[in-house]
């Protein structure tokens, strides 16, 4: 033996002659202060635990104050409530009532006059463009929507609230106020003092934003809505769901009740465990290689989306339903064996209808996770601007997200709180359809 | 007529098929269904199927292949000046038919050529509708009457029907590889063709990235950089930095839940937890733009750092936040699978709970923690929306968390959106790096995977 492992024993011997000592007088100052030690480390470790999930809370509860703070005062618009009169010199000089010449009557003229006989004593151009800014664009065209309706209006004045430009909206929310430069701001003392005599006039309202839940897309903030959004979500999912749900069923049913234990079906399992894991994006690329070069497929279309998350969604289904199928006892296929049903039959009358619960709720979690998704999305092209409202799955559209995501992009101010306020509606939608599953489970769980 | 209609028609007739398919069945035993091998309505089945799966395949392949086969049928018939035209000339004289024939706007002005070509299109695709109506039709009543001339008592028809049921199962289980398949052939056969135009070595090993191709040869940068490097640095920086958040966090709270909290806590912080993974990320990229980025600017702006508005820091952070639930929850069901009897060892010889965490737990469940972190690694390097809303576009080498980089995804995303030419070296850049990121993803979880599973086999 060397001298430095003879050392060593010595060492050893001596720390354990010491560990005797301690042992005999149990509550030596050493050891108290030892323990003292020790429980100390014990409380500090259990509170790096309760901090640790006290931080992600935190990030949470953050989270959801600054969406929901930033978001709500969108759900309020600001609107004007003006005279109008609809002169029928403007709008049907010939006093044909042409529906062409309706539709293509000067209305902006005959709502910025109005504005303007609020003020006569604004006279030089400049200004009178300054003052006409308070009005938004989309004003014209609700003149022009009520008089073509309604042709008979022409010649009255009647009175119509008038969506006002975002700008001013925001003004009146207080989002634009007087404490920036005034060259910081986009609108100038001029326009706030004009906005605050229409105020002080009782002119100035606001009420529910209706526009936000029945416009598509608009490049004016205040016309902009997400109605456009939710349909093609809508189609998109409706799409996603009649492909993914019967396929992944079938597959699930296949694999976990008539496959044979072989080669072949052990690549299928890994190569879904591994699916489930491909990043979103990769399924983008998937789809605009294979459908939208390949095959041809429309590009922004909500049939080419939901092939795309469908894809997607399949393994999350698959693997849900698999196991809602496992957790069926094998006494009831045995029994309805014994009765002479085929093992078909016994799939289709009595496992599949006992393992539904569990597959509806892993489906509408893998519904839920297609909603919001959007990066593979963008691969195929539903990031256009798109004003109309999608009438079928292969007309161009947008999705809740994808509209989140352009609305972010905007460098109008206005769009933030439009932003904040379409993700609460997409986090409302991934609320209901989580309790759904919820609910679901708890309703239908069944233990064996 | 479209295909709605065709497919209308369709399902009309496989129903039909059903009835006619059960009735027939037991007019042939005489009304009394005992006579029959199968219940009646197998019968119908029977039918249903021979006449919905046939026009359904035939459909499909129409659908397919009808516009390529119209527009090669238009080229054709184009006027010989056109057809001495390169390739991307020829594309894109078809979109502008195409466009014409769908009635929008066309980039050129309208020729005649154009015009009667565009007419041409526009009566093929009719025909072709017209004609695949009627096929479909004829196919699916001749196939009804087939299936239902067949009937007989004797015939087999609930075997038959389960035959061919379980084919339809054993085909929506080949989907899952198809899809796969397709994944890689189209991921592989397109960065083929870039690394046909750029070197695989200066692909992988070049420094730097300038994917802007220019119009013309005598613009700036008209070469155009392909090295990843960077995009490669960047997203592992991304990457680190989330994990930096995400593995303490993910993992403490593991811990805490798994051997401290009683369970109602438990019951309680877990779904809490769960729902970080479930807010959609573009909602986490407009918090990390909106929220994060600015904030982090400031408060450097406070201790004199120089911040970037697109810091790797604020993308990490948020991505970090978004990935705790990942290492939490697998995290803490490898160590609720520790068995007891560690436990109850470790608490015998006098250690106390942590003690017993550090010195026990944590060195038994190793394994199962990697495979977390590895998968939540993997997550966060896929991750897209993030990065594009919170981190830059610049390509920049460099370690530095408060300098802005960009990552894989994002490059990905900003080469494919918006007009794209489908052979330029820059679209199909993002095919290449595509192939890299499916790549790497595939391994972390394939390796993730398999030490999670060796871990549970040796508690099991």
């Known amino acids: 033996m060397t001298d430095a492992v003879m050392n060593e024993l010595h060492t050893d011997k001596n720390a354990s002659e010491q560990a005797a000592r301690d042992r005999a007088s149990h509550a030596s100052a050493a050891v108290k202060r030892g323990l003292k030690k020790r429980y100390a480390a014990e409380s500090r470790f259990r509170a790096y635990g309760i901090g640790a999930i006290a931080i992600a809370m935190c990030f949470i509860v953050i989270l959801f104050t600054t969406i929901i703070s930033s978001g709500l005062p969108a759900f309020t618009e600001t609107t004007i409530t003006l005279n109008v009169e609809l002169k029928e010199d403007v709008i049907d000089p010939a006093g044909t009532r042409d529906p062409a010449t309706l539709v293509n009557a000067n209305y902006r003229k005959i709502v910025f006059d109005t504005l303007l006989l609020e003020f006569p004593d604004v006279t030089s151009r400049t200004d009178r463009r300054a003052l006409t800014a308070i009005l938004s664009a989309g004003a014209s065209f609700q003149v022009q929507k009520m008089v073509t309706g309604d042709p008979s209006l022409i010649g009255q004045t009647i009175e119509i609230d008038l969506p006002v430009s975002a700008d001013f909206d925001l003004y009146h929310k207080g989002v634009i106020n007087k404490s920036t430069d005034e060259a910081d701001r986009r609108v100038d003392d001029k326009q706030m003092a004009w906005f605050d005599t229409l105020k002080e006039r009782g002119t100035i309202t606001s009420g529910f934003n209706t526009t936000f839940f029945t416009n598509a897309d608009s490049r004016e903030p205040e016309l902009a809505g997400i109605w456009g959004a939710t349909v093609g979500s809508l189609f998109t999912m409706l799409v996603t769901l009649l492909l993914s749900f019967p396929i992944g069923v079938s597959a699930a049913v296949y694999l976990e009740e008539f496959a044979p234990k072989n080669r072949l079906t052990q690549i299928i399992e890994v190569n879904i465990n591994n699916l489930a894991a491909v990043p979103s994006i990769v399924f983008g690329l998937l789809g605009l290689a294979v459908f939208i070069n390949f095959f041809g497929l429309p590009r922004s279309a909500p049939l080419v989306g939901g092939m795309v998350l469908a894809l997607m969604t399949l393994p999350t289904i698959i693997i849900a339903s698999r196991a809602a199928l496992k957790a069926v006892p094998p006494s009831i296929r045995e029994a309805a064996l014994g009765l002479g049903a085929s093992r078909m039959q016994v799939v289709t009358h009595h496992v599949l209808p006992l393992a539904m619960p569990g597959i509806l709720t892993g489906t509408i979690i893998g519904m839920a996770q297609a909603l919001g998704e959007t990066a593979p999305l963008l691969m195929i092209g539903m990031v256009a601007f798109i004003v109309d409202i999608p009438g079928s799955i292969t007309d161009p559209a947008t999705v809740l997200p994808v509209q989140v995501y352009l609305w972010a992009d905007s460098p109008e101010r206005a769009f933030v709180a439009r932003t904040s306020a379409a993700i609460m509606v997409l986090l409302s939608f991934l609320i209901f359809m989580n309790a759904l599953a919820v609910v679901l489970r708890k309703k239908f769980e069944r233990r064996w | 007529m479209s295909f709605t209609l065709v497919l209308g028609t369709l399902i009309v007739l496989t129903i039909a098929g059903f009835y006619l398919g059960r009735s027939r069945s037991l007019a042939s035993a005489g009304g009394a269904a005992s006579k029959l091998h199968s219940r009646p309505h197998y019968y119908g089945y029977f039918v249903a199927l021979w006449c919905g799966?046939?026009?359904?395949?035939?459909?499909?392949?129409?659908?397919?292949?009808?516009?390529?086969?119209?527009?090669?049928?238009?080229?054709?018939?184009?006027?010989?000046?056109?057809?001495?035209?390169?390739?991307?000339?020829?594309?894109?004289?078809?979109?502008?038919?195409?466009?014409?024939?769908?009635?929008?706007?066309?980039?050129?002005?309208?020729?005649?050529?154009?015009?009667?070509?565009?007419?041409?299109?526009?009566?093929?695709?009719?025909?072709?509708?017209?004609?695949?109506?009627?096929?479909?039709?004829?196919?699916?009543?001749?196939?009804?009457?087939?299936?239902?001339?067949?009937?007989?008592?004797?015939?087999?028809?609930?075997?038959?029907?389960?035959?061919?049921?379980?084919?339809?199962?054993?085909?929506?289980?080949?989907?899952?590889?198809?899809?796969?398949?397709?994944?890689?052939?189209?991921?592989?056969?397109?960065?083929?063709?870039?690394?046909?135009?750029?070197?695989?070595?200066?692909?992988?090993?070049?420094?730097?990235?300038?994917?802007?191709?220019?119009?013309?040869?005598?613009?700036?940068?008209?070469?155009?950089?392909?090295?990843?490097?960077?995009?490669?640095?960047?997203?592992?920086?991304?990457?680190?930095?989330?994990?930096?958040?995400?593995?303490?966090?993910?993992?403490?709270?593991?811990?805490?839940?798994?051997?401290?909290?009683?369970?109602?806590?438990?019951?309680?912080?877990?779904?809490?937890?769960?729902?970080?993974?479930?807010?959609?990320?573009?909602?986490?990229?407009?918090?990390?733009?909106?929220?994060?980025?600015?904030?982090?600017?400031?408060?450097?702006?406070?201790?004199?750092?120089?911040?970037?508005?697109?810091?790797?820091?604020?993308?990490?952070?948020?991505?970090?936040?978004?990935?705790?639930?990942?290492?939490?929850?697998?995290?803490?069901?490898?160590?609720?699978?520790?068995?007891?009897?560690?436990?109850?060892?470790?608490?015998?010889?006098?250690?106390?709970?942590?003690?017993?965490?550090?010195?026990?737990?944590?060195?038994?469940?190793l394994p199962g923690i990697v495979g977390s972190f590895m998968l939540a690694i993997s997550r966060a390097i896929g991750e897209t929306m993030i990065v594009v809303m919170a981190a830059g576009l610049g390509a920049n080498l460099t370690a530095n968390p408060f300098e802005a980089v960009t990552t894989v995804t994002v490059q990905i995303v900003t080469l494919l959106v918006g007009d794209q030419e489908f052979d330029s070296a820059k679209t199909l850049a993002a095919f290449a790096l595509g192939l890299v990121l499916f790549c790497v993803t595939l391994c972390l979880n394939i390796i993730a995977m398999a030490v999670v599973n060796k871990y549970r086999e040796q508690y099991d």
């Open chain 2, 53 to 365: 799966i046939p026009t359904l395949l035939i459909l499909g392949l129409w659908t397919v292949f009808q516009t390529p086969i119209v527009e090669a049928m238009v080229q054709s018939s184009l006027p010989d000046q056109f057809l001495n035209t390169d390739a991307s000339q020829m594309s894109l004289i078809m979109n502008d038919i195409r466009n014409l024939a769908s009635g929008n706007i066309t980039s050129g002005e309208i020729t005649p050529t154009m015009q009667a070509a565009a007419d041409h299109y526009v009566s093929l695709s009719r025909t072709s509708i017209l004609a695949q109506f009627v096929v479909i039709l004829a196919i699916g009543i001749a196939a009804l009457a087939y299936a239902r001339g067949k009937i007989a008592p004797q015939l087999r028809a609930r075997n038959q029907v389960e035959k061919a049921m379980m084919t339809i199962l054993i085909v929506c289980s080949i989907i899952a590889i198809l899809t796969t398949i397709g994944i890689v052939l189209s991921l592989v056969f397109e960065s083929w063709r870039f690394f046909e135009k750029i070197s695989p070595v200066e692909f992988l090993f070049g420094l730097e990235w300038s994917p802007q191709t220019a119009l013309r040869s005598d613009q700036v940068g008209a070469s155009g950089a392909f090295g990843a490097i960077p995009l490669f640095a960047g997203t592992l920086l991304i990457s680190l930095v989330a994990m930096c958040v995400a593995g303490p966090i993910g993992l403490l709270s593991a811990i805490y839940m798994a051997e401290y909290a009683p369970g109602k806590v438990r019951g309680t912080v877990k779904p809490l937890l769960e729902i970080l993974a479930g807010i959609p990320t573009v909602v986490y990229g407009f918090f990390a733009a909106l929220t994060v980025a600015p904030f982090l600017r400031d408060q450097g702006g406070l201790f004199g750092l120089d911040i970037s508005s697109e810091s790797a820091l604020a993308a990490g952070l948020v991505m970090g936040i978004m990935i705790i639930p990942f290492v939490s929850s697998l995290s803490d069901d490898v160590i609720n699978s520790v068995p007891q009897s560690l436990r109850e060892g470790s608490y015998g010889l006098g250690a106390t709970k942590s003690e017993t965490i550090k010195r026990v737990i944590l060195p038994a469940a």
